[in-house]
């Protein structure tokens, strides 16, 4: 049976000092030192459910989803409730091959071993934001949960009641208590769990805060994972398919109200086609409605950074066709284009709305440099009938993911690929294997083959000729191009060493 809706109510979190952000980490830290002692299959077990609770709780999650956020009810269950289910499902089945013992040999130390294992941080603070409230959270604690970590998840102020419903979610499964946490209030309380001292921070949201939570935990230090968004872009080559393309192009810059962190904010297009692009996206974006097709801002501070952007852009005299004002924060979907418009701020800055701006260049070297010439790193697209090409392209762009032929948004569904920027764009990585990774530290265990103790080592104290003449013919193996002149220079380092235990005592 499905559980009710949470009701609205105060913000439990709301006005949280420093002391009682401790006191939620100390209940973190005692329920994880039971979940870490677990292996990997038995945590995987307990959780064995999730993709089935996920399922069966479908449109209670997008109707959550749909009531706070606002977004279409087919956005909520294509964009984060059936992404989440996939996840669950790869996380479950990745987990145990991914972070299970690894056995490490080395030519160079024959007579020991090593074992790898993957531990996790301890307490990990994840803070999370409202455009995708509910795939995006559950991205940061899934994988931290099954690595071993306890999570105190802190989502936007502005969606708490999709975060209640995930903790409830995921604790269902059997979770331990205290394993799983929510803080619930605004930035303030963010700030009190990192001076709390967690083990490790995840943070997905603007650059402003992300620089601030990044400050904060390097007073002690603490690892974070950033993933700070994007002016990410579409680039269309002279042979790209128009029709195509420009659908592309309407959907990327425009799901989610174009509040999200891949989303297309700019659009680069060959000279050849960049007129004909122009009169076919926008007559695309005219048959789009707003109301229905489109979630609003979240806010009246989102919705002014629209507004103020596209202001900018009419008074630095580029064009700017829709982007029109609608009732409960909507607002039509916008293009703005024409010479200079690369100078403009709606270029250079994040938008985070509905607003596409198409600039022009004359050859892939341009486009290339067109792309780079921001610090921000997170996505983008390439359009082109010659794959070889395209890809070329993209491996020259400065980018956490590029896709061919498609909106690069697409990519954060797909949960066997790992999902991450640079620059701006921040650092870390969620979904595949690296989020799992990223979810623990490494650590070696380095152990002996033979007799627990065993005779000293010939490279302890004292030292003579003999060792150094030992160390070039180690040196001469490792570089050595064929496998039987390795050989012969790791024999010859083991008997120059054999030889000084033979005639030096060591101390």
Known sequence: MTPPLPSPREAPGEGMDVVAAATLLGRAREAQSEWAARTVAERVHVMESLPRLLFDRMDHIADAIVAENGKPRAEALAHEV?????????????????LGEARISSATVPHRKAIRTHQPYGV??????WNLPFLIPFSQVLPALIAGNAVVLKPSELTPRVAEVLVE??????????????????????????????????????????RKVMAAAARFPIPVGLELGGIDAAIVLDDADLEFTTSAVAWGANFNGGQACCSIERVLVHDSLHDAFLVRLEDKLRRIDARRDLAPAIDERQQRVWERHLAGARQDGVQVRGGEPGR???????????????????????????????????????????????????????????????????RRLRAGAVSVNDVAATMYSTPELPWGGVGLSGFGRSHGVDALLDASWVQVVDLPRGPVFGPKRPWWYPYGPELEDAMRALASSAIAPQAA???RGYGRAGQLLLGMLSRQPKL
């Open 82 to 98: 059936v992404p989440a289910v996939a996840l669950a499902r790869h996380h479950l089945d990745s987990a145990v091959a991914t």
């Open 169 to 210: 979610l995921i604790s269902d499964c059997g979770l331990p208590t205290g394993v799983l946490q929510l803080a619930v209030g605004d930035g303030a309380v963010g700030a009190e769990l990192v001076a709390a001292r967690p083990d490790k921070v995840l943070f997905t949201g603007s650059v402003a805060t992300g």
């Open 328 to 394: 409960g924060r909507h607002l039509s979907p916008a293009v703005v284009s024409g010479p200079g418009v690369t100078a403009t701020e709606v270029w250079q800055e994040e938008t985070f709305g509905p607003v596409a701006v198409v600039a022009r260049f004359a050859s892939d070297d341009e486009a290339v440099a067109l792309h780079n010439a921001t610090e921000y790193g997170l996505t983008a697209s390439v359009f082109s009938a010659d794959a070889g090409r395209a890809r070329a392209l993209a």
């Open 124 to 129: 990990v603070v994840a803070i999370a934001p």
């Open 485 to 487: 002149a390795r050989l």
